[in-house]
């Protein structure tokens, strides 16, 4: 599933509803062309144009690997621009194909890496490619004001992004939303070098056929892998080598080889981390993200934190709202799994928020007011304006597991205590309850009672609150372990414990707030793996990105760990290896134990939002 099908599916979705074709027609003069970029490289480019020029309008552009189609200049899209609010208000919208994806020349890296020190016409990248595209815009279309706004959702994101780092001097704003950022560290390929079998596997299956040339159309998939069952289909498929069979991918995706050789935080993914490069950002940017965003929660976070922490006091926007990947632009968005946010929180964002921004950047058009961060609180249905996030007005608390699954704020006295499970590769904990084909989209609020009921996941309880606690910031779990393998994945998650309603047969909903996974051997270091060693002892401190959520006054806090979560996330054979190329007989059960005692005192540490002075 991954970027493509659910960018397709929540973008896409509003723009079928949206109003056909005959108000761009027209409103706009549509142009096809081709823009040569300094290499000689030339990227297909869509252009429409107002067609009223009683005044200088401003580009609004997406860079795009999806395509840009319709193509042909009578084939008109049935939307422009990220809402239809900012359609109307007329902008000249572009829409590029970017370097080696459908009708434009060259070879698409896939998350291209930028090059701080050109030295030559040859030395290219997305952001240079960006400033070709201004200087030609800027020279062929007649009637602009000279200035430019980039966005766009997911890799388009990524994209958006990329125009920061040696910008045009006519791009005077910037949205990168759910933007790709560190395929090692947090977004779609890895998570703290653990590998996300199942987005990839369906995503590269459609985004990694290669080419032969500029195409309208890839023709397909590269195989069929038909199933309706996808926890049964992966575990059948076995180890991640037997992805390359003559069956399924054959080496004939460049970008899985790539993925498959680069099983750690090397050059390779280093490069491709554009969150370094984004320093002393002067242009007006506003990041979006979505709470349930199973992609790139970290990237849209992570983005925000790399532009504020290397260019102080820049003019840098956070929204975070209760949305999954790219929810923001549907038309609608007020309900997900059993949450119900009370309002249509897609809306807001879009009429408050996306349009006013663009509007007063590009168009001297109203006025802009917001604080750094805009943030709804899950738990509690509402808004935040915080002047910075993550905010300071917090407590940081550790809640200790403890004797008999219990969770508290103290840590056990004993000198040695434990709980402990057999992790077996032949009987995954699998990241869902439901049997399903594709990824449940759902997954990251959903139910984890499936999860508790097994002897190989450890839960943890508090008593039931007696206040709200709302929880408001990076969320860090701290692990004390040990395995009788030499390697092993942790999954953390923390849970709303939500009171079963009034009914015979009804039970409390452990509602999943937030989960994060980490391959062990990468406990101390990502470019260099290290073992355990079977029987010690060692910490493992796993980062499970921010949270704004609410633990309302009869709830319970609760926190789950093991160490499968399948097949969401490839099966460590709990060996130290290279798992890209372990074999079927590599797989091995292992007891893990989780250390609670004195001084292996587990827990995860929560940042409570003081009420006293809170900013909202």
Do not use: C
């Not at 390359?244 to 080496?251: D, T």
């Amino acid at each position: 599933m991954k970027k493509l099908i659910l960018f397709f599916s929540v973008v896409f979705a509003s723009a079928v509803h949206a109003q056909t074709g005959d108000f761009i027609r027209d409103n706009f003069t549509k142009i096809d062309t081709t823009i040569t970029m300094r290499d000689g490289v030339k990227l297909y480019t869509i252009i429409y144009v107002p067609k009223d020029q009683s005044e200088k309008y401003p580009f609004l552009i997406q860079r795009t690997p999806y395509s840009v189609a319709p193509y042909g200049r009578d084939n008109y899209a049935r939307r422009l621009g990220p809402n239809e609010a900012l359609m109307h208000e007329k902008y000249i919208f572009v829409y590029q194909d970017v370097r080696g994806r459908y009708m434009s020349e060259g070879h698409n890296q896939e998350a291209t890496p930028f090059i701080p020190d050109k030295k030559s016409n040859k030395d290219v990248d997305e952001s240079s490619d960006t400033y070709d595209t201004m200087e030609w815009l800027l020279k062929n279309i007649k009637n602009n004001n000279g200035r430019a706004g980039l966005y766009g959702i997911s890799y388009p994101g990524f994209y958006a992004t990329t125009s920061l780092p040696d910008a045009h001097p006519s791009i005077k704003a910037v949205s990168p939303q759910a933007p790709v950022t560190d395929e090692f560290i947090g977004d779609d390929a890895n998570h703290n070098g653990a590998f996300f079998l199942m987005d990839n596997f369906d995503f590269m299956n459609f985004y990694g056929k290669e080419r032969s040339g500029p195409t309208q159309n890839y023709g397909g998939t590269l195989f069929n892998a038909p199933r309706t069952d996808a926890y049964k289909f992966f575990l059948e498929l076995g180890p991640v080598k037997n992805t390359q069979s003559e069956k399924y991918f054959n080496h004939r995706s460049y970008i899985w080889n790539e993925y498959l050789e680069h099983d750690t935080y090397d050059d390779y993914w280093q490069k491709r981390n554009i969150r370094q490069h984004l320093k002393s950002v002067t242009i007006p940017t506003l990041v979006v993200g979505g709470w349930f965003d199973a992609e790139d929660l970290f990237g849209a976070l992570h983005t925000f934190e790399a532009i504020e922490k290397q260019g102080p006091g820049t003019n840098n926007y956070l929204v975070m709202g209760p949305w999954t990947h790219g929810a923001w632009a549907r038309d609608g968005w007020a309900r997900f799994g059993t949450y119900d946010f009370g309002s249509n929180t897609s809306k807001y964002f879009q009429d408050s928020l996306q349009t006013v921004f663009f509007n007063y950047f590009l168009k001297d058009k109203g006025s802009w007011n917001m604080t750094k961060a805009t943030m709804f609180e899950t738990g509690g249905n509402k808004w935040h304006h915080f002047d910075e996030w993550p905010v300071t007005n917090t407590e940081l608390k550790t809640f200790y597991f403890g004797e008999g699954g219990t969770l508290s704020e103290s840590k056990s006295k004993s000198s040695e205590s434990f709980d402990k499970y057999i992790s077996d590769p032949a009987n995954p904990v699998p990241y869902t309850g439901k049997v399903q084909a594709r990824r449940n989209n759902e997954y990251m609020v959903e139910d984890q009672s499936f999860a508790a009921e097994r002897k190989d996941v450890m839960v943890y309880r508090s008593p039931v609150l007696k206040e709200d606690i709302t929880v408001a910031g990076p969320v860090v779990a701290d692990l004390f372990v040990s395995t009788t393998g030499t390697d092993a994945d942790f999954i953390v998650k923390l849970i709303d414990v939500v009171p079963a309603p009034e009914g015979k047969d009804a039970k409390p909903e452990q509602r999943m707030v937030r989960a994060e996974v980490m391959r062990g051997k990468f406990r101390n270091d990502y470019v260099h793996p290290e073992p355990f060693v079977p029987g010690e002892s060692t910490k493992v401190k796993i980062n499970l990105n921010d949270v704004l959520h609410t633990f309302k006054k009869g709830h319970r806090i609760m926190v789950q760990v093991q160490s499968s979560w399948f097949p969401l996330v490839d099966m460590n054979p709990q060996k130290f290896l290279r798992i890209p190329e372990a074999n079927t007989e590599d797989f091995q059960k292992a007891e893990i134990k989780i250390y609670r005692d004195k001084t292996r005192s587990s827990g995860v540490l929560l940042p409570i939002l003081k009420q006293d002075g809170e900013k909202n």
